[in-house]
């Protein structure tokens, strides 16, 4: 069972994957629960993978699903260079930039 019957315009799994990121820190920090932060960036990567995979297909939607999650492990070294709300900003921007150019549909 999916949990989309069909797939997200470009610009929308975009924005859901940089809110994912976003949305994820800010739910950890707020809370001061960290797994729950966690959910949060789950939910918005198996939306997006999921749809990058049906408008993309495996290879490209496999690539931007880890970019996501990469993003996410970046984003805490680059943090404590930076701070960590930019560091979420970067890492967020950077990935809606990757999901703009190699993602389809």
């Known amino acids: 069972m999916t949990i989309l019957t069909a797939p997200l315009p470009k610009i929308a799994t975009t924005a859901i994957a940089a809110a994912g990121l976003v949305g994820g820190y800010a739910v950890a920090r707020g809370t001061g629960i960290r797994p729950l932060g966690g959910v949060a960036l789950a939910a918005a990567g198996a939306v997006c993978a ?32 930076i701070g960590a709300w930019p560091s979420v900003g970067a890492v967020a921007a950077g990935t809606a930039v990757a999901a703009q150019l190699i993602s389809q549909g």
Do not use: C, D, Q
Not at 59 to 65: E, T
């Open 50 to 81: 999921n749809s990058w995979i049906r408008t993309s297909g495996p290879a490209r939607g496999g690539a931007l699903l880890a970019i996501y999650l990469g993003a996410f492990g970046a984003s805490h070294p680059l943090a404590k260079k």
